[in-house]
């Protein structure tokens, strides 16, 4: 059986990039790293916006869901971008779109009132393991601003991944 490190790492691979862009979009990083020399940081801020990366949020309420991967918030619009990554297999990909949608509504909610937003957007940023892209995927992309052609790099590290997890269970170095 494999450790859950595979699966994760994965995911993490997804979400690297993802606020590696971010950053350098708003000037919170100075120099681009390949995603898998990348470490984020949990805390990016700066005059116009703050990043937050596996960040637990404090609510007024209690949620089940309060720790997305990615947070985005642009202060001088007051809006924000609760940003969760999902690397499900093919035949998942459009109910794991809704599921981060319907799992973090209630966290939006309580974080648009709680901080006085004008907007607040779940964005599921969901590939599948085979780098299956769901058009969800551009839809997302353009909601945060980013370039269009990003979720090659997403897609490309996927594949590497599930590559790597199959090429482990093959050879029989699969016990955790």
């Known amino acids: 059986m494999l450790s859950s490190t595979e699966y994760t790492n ?3 691979s997804v979400c690297k990039i993802l606020h590696q862009n971010l950053a350098l ?3 919170l990083v100075a120099t681009y790293h390949p995603y898998y020399k990348y470490t984020p940081q949990r805390i990016l ?3 116009r916006v703050k990043l937050l990366w596996d960040h637990t949020i404090a609510t007024d309420h209690s949620v089940n869901h309060n720790r997305p991967d990615l947070v985005l918030l642009l202060k001088e619009e007051r809006a924000c971008f609760i940003i969760d990554v999902a ?3 093919d035949r998942n990909t459009v109910e794991k779109q809704y599921e981060k949608i319907r799992n973090y509504g209630p966290l ?7 901080w006085r937003l004008q907007k ?11 780098g299956l892209v769901p058009q969800n995927l551009h839809k997302a992309l353009k909601t945060l601003d980013l370039r269009a ?4 790099e997403m897609q490309k590290a996927v594949i590497l991944a ?10 029989g170095d699969n016990l955790t």
């Open 10 to 12: 994965r995911h993490n």
């Open 25 to 27: 979009k708003y000037n």
């Open 45 to 47: 801020e700066n005059d």
């Open 87 to 89: 690397v499900p297999l």
């Open 108 to 114: 939006a909610d309580d974080m648009k009132q709680t």
């Open 120 to 130: 607040m957007e779940v964005v599921p940023v969901v590939i599948s393991a085979t």
């Open 149 to 152: 052609g990003l979720y090659m």
């Open 162 to 171: 599930t590559c790597a997890i199959v090429r482990r269970v093959l050879s």
